[in-house]
């Protein structure tokens, strides 16, 4: 069979309209597949991270195509799934912050525990051989056991969100061994990027400190300056997910950069950055404290390198110019539309 008559792969992703949802978009596209992805229905546009592949109505990628359902909602998961029968599935959809949950941890649990068993089932009832990828996180190894953590550090959840992402990691691993499912755990390190949500600790320093340099504000609020991070590139991350579900057999694998680094020294770099010191600007607020702090993560991507053949591409300084550079550009824009407005009659 030629390059050309092979069937096109089809993927149906969660939380397409997410960072991590629109890179592995952009990914899977890039490769020849053809993508559904799942959006919630909103009253405003949650599509501006697809944008760039959906950017004129008559010139849709006709590869992407995107449904209206919700990880609450078993019934409609299982009828997309019929429709679109997928060969690859993977769960990226999530309430994906960790100080929300514990405001919202009922509902957290709800779309990350019970939505990805929803969705294993929906899987398991329609009797289709599709391959799945939880989006796990490193947020399970919470009070660390050891350190670097890796496959098998013992867990420790500090956070309705770590709760709730061990309960779907477990399940992942339950229907891959109760029902021979080939289902997949990426134990993901934090990972950012400019596309990163704005109320995540990278996306608000890099905002604030190019809004500053612009004379678009003045002070930033934050929390717990000492955490540190294994922070790594969005873009290099999805590349995981997908090797993953390329392998012969279904594993769980730790993803992370082996580097880590406090939110001061994240400072550091993206104000130095903009030639600011952030001393002058940053005010640490108790409001963005939590209850329960995750104080150090750093991973060791060891097996993903041997068996995937997986490495990080981007460095944290490369990470945080990336980040910088555009927001830098996005609040240059909004001083020029603020003047213009400033300086009408
Ligand atoms: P994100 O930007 O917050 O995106 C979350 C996605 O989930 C969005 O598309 C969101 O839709 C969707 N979603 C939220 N609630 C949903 C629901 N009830 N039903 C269906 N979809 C829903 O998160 P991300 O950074 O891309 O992360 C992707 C996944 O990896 C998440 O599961 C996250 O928990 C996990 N993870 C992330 C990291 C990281 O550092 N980024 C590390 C480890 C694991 P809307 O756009 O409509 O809100
Ligand atoms: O916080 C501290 C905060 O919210 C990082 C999610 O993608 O990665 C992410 O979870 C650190 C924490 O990410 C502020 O206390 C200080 O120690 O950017 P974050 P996170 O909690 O690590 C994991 C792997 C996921 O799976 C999650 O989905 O920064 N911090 N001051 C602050 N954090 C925030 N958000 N805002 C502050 O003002």
Redesign the pocket.
């Known amino acids: 069979m030629s390059e050309n008559d092979k069937p096109i792969r089809r993927a149906l992703i969660?939380?397409?309209?997410?960072?991590?949802?629109s890179y592995l978009a952009d990914f899977l596209l890039a490769r020849g597949y053809q993508v559904h992805g799942?959006?919630?229905r909103?009253s405003s546009f949650?599509t501006g991270r697809l944008e760039h592949i959906y950017q004129d109505p008559h010139e849709t990628d006709p590869r992407l195509r995107l449904h209206y359902?919700?990880?609450?909602d078993g019934a409609g998961l299982r009828e997309i799934i019929t429709r679109v029968q997928p060969d690859e599935v993977y769960n990226?959809?999530?309430?994906?912050?960790v100080r929300v949950s514990f405001d919202q941890p009922v509902y957290t649990t709800q779309?990350?525990a019970v939505?990805a068993i929803r969705l294993l089932e929906a899987l398991r009832d329609t009797g289709l051989p599709a391959r799945f990828y939880q989006?796990?996180?490193?947020e399970m190894f919470g009070k660390v056991a050891q350190t670097p953590q890796r496959e098998t550090t013992p867990f420790h959840p500090r956070s309705p969100y770590g709760c709730a992402?061990l309960y779907a990691y477990w399940q992942t691993i339950n229907y891959r061994e109760s029902y021979g499912m080939f289902a997949c755990n990426g134990i993901?390190?934090?990972?950012?990027s400019p596309r990163?949500?704005e109320t995540f600790v990278t996306r608000k320093i890099t905002r604030a400190a190019t809004r500053i340099a612009e004379g678009l504000q003045d002070t930033l609020y934050l929390g717990n300056l000492d955490a540190r991070r294994d922070w790594g590139f969005?873009g290099d991350f999805v590349e995981a997910m997908w090797l993953m579900l390329q392998q012969d057999e279904p594993d769980d694998y730790v993803v992370a950069t082996g580097q880590s680094h406090s939110v001061r020294e994240f400072l550091d770099a993206a104000f130095g950055r903009v030639g600011l010191n952030w001393q002058d600007h940053v005010r640490v607020d108790r409001r963005y404290y939590r209850p329960a702090e995750v104080d150090l993560l750093l991973g060791d991507a060891a097996k993903a390198r041997r068996k995937l053949g997986w490495r990080p591409r981007v460095t944290f300084d490369d990470l945080v110019n990336m980040m910088v550079d555009h927001d830098w550009a996005l609040a240059r824009e909004e001083r020029v539309v603020r003047q213009a407005r400033e300086n009408r009659p």
Do not use: P
């Open positions: 969660t939380g397409i309209t997410g960072q991590d949802g799942l959006i919630r909103s949650n359902g919700d990880l609450t990226l959809g999530a309430q994906s912050h779309v990350d939505g989006a796990s996180s490193s992402k993901l390190f934090n990972h950012e990163r949500g969005a």
